[in-house]
């Protein structure tokens, strides 16, 4: 078990027992990989706010009643919490395709790392940013399911495949065949993705 896992352990032990500093804690700790994988599935950042939000509040629910089992990560375990309240969220609204967020368009780039780039840096990482937003939607939704928990929710294939409820055999290929769709895109299309 690493010494994140063991924390985190700890953390939860703690808060059932009554300490909600260490609920804070565990929010701090991964509150922008949650944050992150929420918007890049919904395009739409009301609606990960929303669903952010209303993922923290079961998972601190979840653990008041003791619901949660020391399988895996527990970043993993939020996850999960927060893809099944994203399907639940497109279920009640019947539909089950992402919707476009044009006009709501995010700036990605408004972060203290990017305070020194040039103003044609910026323009060009936004342009490769909405690039690849735009190559990830030509993906199946299995494969694009995969590569955005690999890449946004910074979770291992084991994870992935606890989340998705296939093996990581499954998890594997479905990032390959991803990878291997983008390139024929970025082929066909002749895309730049590089400054």
């Given at each position: 078990m690493s010494s994140q896992s063991a924390n985190d352990v700890v953390l939860v032990k703690k808060f059932i027992e009554?300490?909600?500093?260490?609920?804070?804690?565990?929010?701090?700790r991964y509150k922008d990989r949650v944050y992150t994988y929420v918007l890049m599935v919904v395009k739409n950042q009301e609606l990960a706010n929303d669903i952010f939000q209303d993922t923290f509040i079961k998972v601190m629910a979840s653990l008041r009643k003791k619901k949660y089992e020391e399988r895996g990560s527990f970043i993993s375990w939020i996850i999960r919490i927060a893809h099944n309240l994203i399907i639940d969220h497109y279920r009640k609204?019947?539909?089950?395709?992402?919707v476009s967020?044009?006009?709501?368009?995010?700036?990605?780039?408004?972060?203290?790392?990017?305070?020194?780039?040039?103003?044609?840096?910026?323009?060009?990482?936004?342009?490769?940013?909405?690039?690849?937003?735009?190559?990830?939607?030509?993906?199946?939704?299995?494969?694009?399911q995969v590569v955005l928990l690999r890449l946004y929710g910074d979770l291992s294939f084991k994870e992935i495949a606890e989340i998705t409820g296939v093996s990581i055999n499954t998890a594997l290929g479905r990032m390959r065949y991803a990878l291997i769709n983008l390139r024929k895109v970025i082929e066909e299309?002749?895309?730049?993705?590089?400054?």
């Open positions: 009554g300490d909600s500093s260490s609920f804070e804690t565990i929010i701090n609204e019947k539909r089950l395709q992402t967020n044009e006009e709501n368009e995010i700036d990605l780039f408004n972060s203290p790392k990017f305070s020194d780039s040039n103003i044609e840096e910026v323009l060009v990482k936004r342009q490769i940013e909405n690039d690849v937003r735009k190559l990830l939607e030509t993906l199946p939704s299995e494969q694009k299309k002749n895309i730049s993705l590089t400054m």
